[in-house]
């Protein structure tokens, strides 16, 4: 699915040029994860597709003033969905009444998260393959998370962006980006340890001596 | 945890990520040697870290492919656009309509007198008579000056009533808020400036009967500033291009108003999330 980067980047230039069929190369190589971005940070499917397709258009309009390479394409285009996921959260903010019909969907939306998960048997070894209780919890507590420590913990953790590309989706230093993520860390483990998704310390330790 | 020795949360984070410097990891690899509780933290932050990694990405629910209706603007939006071009164009040449006839205003109220007046009454000195209707601006001015209780305030109060409204638009519309006080300080010393015209046009229409009632027509704008316009069209050349500049002053202010509310409503309804 992925193009090389030569092909990426002559598909990124005729785009730049306005071409909407090499912009919608590039949409079949990003969306699934600029979806996913919204997905975990919105936690709703319906505002993440809105969120994903306000992002797609918004990058389109933009391309133009993308100065950088192919390479750097990913992060700006999840800039660009890290910013919509903030306009949809302010909207959320500003209009209480949606957030409540927002949980309800998040919740249809695991069932069927859920139901996919064990149609898609892929799993590389050093990932676990999680109940679907355990995925819920996860997305309950990163939920919880501020928005500006859900999405630190979304793109590094959850899409495997490395620091520099996270400081650069979300224009923030890199030490801004440590400092997030362990304090975001931190807290998942505390709300999972509550949860009973993870041992506590003490527990830990006792399995360790004995 | 509360132990100094302990790797703080932040290390071990950077620890599991691999970005801590070649001197840190040996630190932080010393201190786990001999410490179960920190090596329970650092596999307690790898099963969580192992957790989020695991979280399955998910389907898209539809297509984002854009479109040939989705890459044109919607309808609304186009509508708004056309909408901000015109409020534009249109405020803007307002706005140089309303500078333009300020700055005639000046200039009328500027040039010595009112000059067809005195010009009319310098052709015909013989004939003091059909002169009469002409030179009564400059006659109500000067046979002001000449009488001596409201002689000083009533020139620069007759220039003030007018300059006023053309005056009091420009305030609303911003980029044109500085031509207000241009108009105002100006308008003031141009009295001054007709005074040796108004002299000499004394000499000639003096003799005039209707020379006694005069003062008080033109005494009623300088008290009660709610002007007639009657008499001042008869005293003031640059009236109706006062009147003139109010209204497009007004104009200009609205225009402006509604190219920035068209503004506000084009970025609500396409926002972009590039910055």
């Known amino acids: ?210 | 945890m509360t132990h100094p020795d302990h790797l703080a949360d932040e290390e071990l984070s950077a620890l599991v990520d691999g970005q801590l410097a070649p001197d840190e990891i040996a630190q932080a690899q010393a201190h786990l040697g001999t410490c179960s509780a920190c090596q329970a933290r650092l596999e307690e932050m790898h099963e969580l870290v192992g957790m989020l990694r695991s979280l399955p990405s998910v389907e898209p629910p539809r297509d984002f492919r854009l479109g040939p209706r989705l890459v044109v603007d919607p309808p609304n939006v186009i509508r708004l656009r056309r909408w901000y071009a015109w409020s534009r164009v249109g405020a803007g040449a307002l706005a140089a309509v309303f500078v333009f006839l300020s700055v005639g205003t000046l200039y009328v109220d500027s040039r010595p007198g009112s000059a067809t007046a005195t010009l009319a009454s310098k052709a015909q000195p013989a004939a003091p008579a059909p002169a009469a209707p002409n030179a009564s601006g400059a006659e109500s001015r000067d046979s002001s000056s000449a009488a001596p209780a409201p002689a000083p305030a009533a020139p620069a109060a007759a220039a003030r009533p007018a300059a006023v409204p053309a005056a009091s638009p420009a305030a609303q519309a911003p980029g044109i808020a500085a031509a207000a006080p241009a108009v105002r300080s100006q308008a003031a010393p141009a009295p001054t400036s007709t005074e040796p015209d108004q002299i000499a046009a004394a000499t000639t229409v003096r003799p005039l009967p209707t020379q006694a009632p005069t003062p008080t027509v033109l005494a009623r704008p300088a008290a009660g500033l709610a002007t007639s316009s009657l008499p001042q069209a008869q005293a003031d050349p640059a009236a109706p291009l006062r009147i003139a500049a109010a209204i497009v002053g007004v104009l200009a202010a609205c225009g402006i108003l509604l190219a920035l509310f068209v503004r506000h409503r084009l970025q609500a309804a396409s926002p972009s999330h590039l910055e």
């Open chain 1, 1 to 210: 699915m992925q193009p090389d980067a030569g092909t990426l980047e002559t598909v990124l230039r005729a785009a730049q040029g306005g071409d909407v069929t090499a912009f919608n190369t590039l949409v079949v190589v990003y969306q699934r994860q600029v979806f996913n971005v919204c997905y975990r940070t919105l936690g709703s499917g319906e505002d993440a597709a809105d969120a994903t397709q306000d992002a797609l258009l918004s990058a389109f309009r933009g391309l133009k003033t993308f100065q950088g390479t192919a390479t750097g394409l990913r992060a700006w285009l999840l800039r660009i969905a890290v910013n919509a996921c903030y306009d949809h959260l302010r909207r959320r903010q500003r209009r209480p009444a949606d957030s409540l019909d927002a949980l309800g969907a998040t919740d249809s939306e695991h069932e069927i998260s859920a139901a996919e998960r064990l149609a898609d048997p892929a799993q590389t070894p050093e990932q676990r393959s999680l109940s679907a209780e355990t995925a819920e919890a996860i997305q309950t507590a990163i939920d919880r998370l501020s928005p500006d420590q859900r999405l630190t913990v979304i793109l590094c953790d959850v899409q495997g962006l490395s620091y520099d590309e996270v400081a650069e989706a979300m224009s923030v230093e890199l030490g801004t980006v440590k400092s997030r993520l362990s304090r975001a860390r931190a807290q998942l483990r505390e709300l999972l340890v509550a949860k009973g998704e993870l041992p506590t310390s003490s527990q830990r330790l006792q399995e360790r001596n004995s």
